[in-house]
């Protein structure tokens, strides 16, 4: 359950976007950043400047993705993206957004993406990576087959899950975020999840389940919210003041049927501070009803909604649009820096003024 410290803390970020939305009509607008935007200081500059154009005040910053670090670290090993532009080895583009966002009123949220090792058989030549760590850690198929499509650190191998501690608690010491965003956390998909130290620990699970059949199904959901679970535990413990964030779709059946992804209880239990929920199909009539349902399944209303301007025609933006801000949501989330998508959005008082 939610402390009441946190209570307070939903209730304050809820009673500002209520703030934002009635008395100045705007809603907050974040923007997620991809990862050759990080490349220099001048890139992030460059970012920064779109943010104040076009009244973005949250960016989104991918700071671990295939399991390397676009920030300073002693867990994993530099971003190839970073090399290979020739960044300073002593350049931290996580250190130098949140002081610069702090100046320029900018919010900087931290991605992680914890399970994803890479989207390929070609693994890299680091030694540190993971990869070529711990392959073991990695998911199989109920045939044992090591799955590469992508790789992926299988969540119910209790050494992953100590890494992944590790990793995070490093993360919370360093930069003490005010949020980090997780994305990709759970499953690919039903294929995954075989590996042989996470089905020991399955078998010991299901030889304690007096109550009622455990499967697979069960174990791999369980195994998400235990190593969530450990997550806040490491974040209380070590006292500091980061509110997690969840990225996923918006279907809560297709989350937990073909991710293992149990959100809605990961809400309503607080163990998410909040969550940005992506429509997975963007017609009028169902980003209508997965936002309905949205406000009637969470107990926290300030959810962020977010889609991809890019994958649609003006006409069907423009509707879409015009749906979403029917709705009271918290925020809205996108996936692009397009100048002619965020000028469609400013026009339509999307974004918070300056």
């Not at 890299?124 to 760590?133: D, E, F, G, L, N």
């Not at 501070?273 to 300030?302: E, H, P």
């Amino acid at each position: 359950m939610m402390t009441v410290a946190r209570k307070r803390a939903f209730l304050i970020s809820i009673a500002i976007c209520f703030f934002f939305i009635v008395c100045w009509g705007a809603y907050p607008l974040g923007v997620r950043a991809n990862r050759l935007d990080l490349i220099s200081e001048q890139s992030l500059d460059q970012l920064l400047g779109m943010c104040i154009q076009f009244r973005v005040d949250t960016l989104y910053v991918p700071i671990v993705s295939y399991m390397e670090a676009l920030y300073l670290s002693d867990q994993l090993p530099r971003s190839n993206v970073l090399i290979n532009n020739h960044a300073p080895d002593s350049f931290d583009p996580l250190r130098y957004l949140m002081e610069k966002g702090r100046h320029l009123g900018v919010a900087i949220i931290p991605i992680v993406d914890l399970f994803t090792v890479w989207p390929s058989k070609d693994f890299p030549a680091a030694r540190k990576h993971v990869s070529r760590q711990h392959p073991e850690w990695l998911s199989m198929d109920s045939l044992g087959r090591v799955l590469t499509a992508p790789a992926v650190l299988d969540p119910g191998v209790p050494e992953a899950q100590s890494f992944l501690i590790t990793l995070l608690k490093e993360i919370l010491i360093r930069y003490n975020p005010l949020i980090l965003a997780f994305e990709n956390f759970g499953y690919p998909s039903p294929v995954y999840g075989y590996n042989p130290y996470a089905m020991k620990e399955f078998e010991i699970a299901k030889n304690h389940s007096y109550a009622r059949p455990y499967t697979m199904d069960d174990f791999r959901a369980d195994a998400l919210t235990s190593l969530l679970i450990r997550f806040n535990a490491l974040r209380d413990g070590l006292g500091v003041r980061t509110r997690f964030l969840l990225l996923t779709e918006t279907n809560p059946d297709r989350g937990l049927r073909e991710h293992f992804q149990d959100w809605v209880l990961w809400l309503n239990s607080g163990y998410f501070g909040n969550v940005a929920l992506w429509y997975w199909f963007m017609d009028v009539k169902t980003v209508r009803y997965d936002t309905l349902q949205a406000f009637d399944i969470l107990a926290n209303d300030g959810f962020i909604v977010g889609f991809s301007p890019l994958s649609l025609i003006r006409a069907q933006l423009d509707l879409v649009l015009q749906e979403i801000l029917t709705h009271p949501v918290g925020g809205i989330m996108l996936d692009t820096f397009s100048p002619e998508a965020l000028t469609l959005l400013k026009l339509n008082g999307i974004g918070l003024p300056r």
